[in-house]
């Protein structure tokens, strides 16, 4: 950015040569740049690439080709065509790209913007693909290690300010149902779906907590998304899939649920938390439903894969199945591959998550966690 070398006071005689900007802009442009950092945890819906990094098999990998083709033009791990959720954000936001956590040269310089622990395939359980994944604990520890180098690098003073004006975006929770259909669901089984709900969200709390125990003030939430819309779950045959679609649908209301309650809970509980609950559901649900109004062609079939609805996740060729299809304009689907949004989609959601109106995303969006100091 041109002005970003300049000084506030420099900066100010700018703007009495052209009044055009409120002299406010100053203190915010100034604060912004400096403080607001971007803490991302959670699923593949955010992960950037940490998973290269990790010793598993391909399963929960997307560093392969066609991943990447239309904005990288490499793939670089994430789960899409092109960018994620996190890096429109960290973009509206003015901060550089957020790197794999895993992927930072040792250093604490690029930790003043934010760092991205999200493993795709992550849940907030430890028993949801377990070996395979950086689960939501270990990416809280890796975030302990962060705190660390920066109170060492800047000072206690400096890093608090840092960590309480950083927002804290998550997406977790869809593995931790999505697991159940696996063949290990036996932590699963041996409990009721509402104790089932409990446990994830009590992890996910605990998480929270633990940030917040760190100085992080500001949270921001995508709840789930309709998962028996997704390719891979249309893709099942007809007489599980509609089992599948009447359990997972039943979870992932009961979860939504209990994460507002959970949220506006906390908000009254702990002083000086506030908080960004994306309405990712409907969101998504008035996308499948009216495709042509937000400028898609196809929102059942995925872009990348094999098979009905191309719901067989082959997208790559990497994962036992050597053939796939492959559409030649990712921006008309809403599915990269049988689980994943395209680029496209991901933009729309990330908009919405950054300005939408209280009741898409709320009670603040994230432009306006962004922009408060603490
Ligand atoms: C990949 O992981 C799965 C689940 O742990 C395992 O069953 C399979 O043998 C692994 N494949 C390879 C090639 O390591
Ligand atoms: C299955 O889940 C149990 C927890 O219920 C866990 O201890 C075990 O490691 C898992 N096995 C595999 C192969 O993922
Ligand atoms: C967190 O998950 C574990 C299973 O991994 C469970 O035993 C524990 O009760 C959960 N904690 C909370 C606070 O819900
Ligand atoms: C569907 O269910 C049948 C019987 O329960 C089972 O044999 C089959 O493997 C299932 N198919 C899939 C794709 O899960
Ligand atoms: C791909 O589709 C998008 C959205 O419909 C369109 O704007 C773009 O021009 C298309 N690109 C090509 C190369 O056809
Ligand atoms: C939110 O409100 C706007 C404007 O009133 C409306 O167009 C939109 O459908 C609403 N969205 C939801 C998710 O209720």
Known sequence: MALAGLSCFQFSILLLLSSLISPTSCLSHHQNNKHAALFIFGDSLFDPGNNNYINTNTTFQANFWPYGESFFKYPTGRFCDGRLIPDFIAEYAKLPLIQPYLQQPAGYQQFVYGANFASSGAGALAETFPGMVIDLKTQLSYFKIVVKQLRQNLGD???????????????????DYGNTLSTNSSFFHSNSQDEYVKIVIGNSTAVIQDIYMNGGRKFGFVSLGPLGSLPGIRAL???????????????????????????????????????SNFNFYTAASE??????????KEVKTACCGTGPYRGIPSCGGKRGLTEFELCKNASEYMFFDSTHPTEMANQQFAELMWS???????????KSLFERTH
């Open 287 to 296: 996308r499948i439903n009216n495709p042509s109004k937000y400028g898609f």
């Open 237 to 275: 045959e007809p007489e599980n899939n509609s089992e599948v679609m009447t359990e997972i649908t039943h979870l992932l209301k009961l979860h939504n649920k209990a994460l507002s309650k959970t949220l506006r809970n906390l908000e009254t509980q702990l002083k000086g938390f506030m908080y």
């Open 356 to 366: 939408g109106i209280p009741n898409v995303t709320g009670p603040y969006n994230l």
């Open 157 to 175: 003073g400096e890093a608090k300010q840092l960590l309480s004006n950083a927002v804290y975006l998550f997406s977790i929770g869809s593995n």
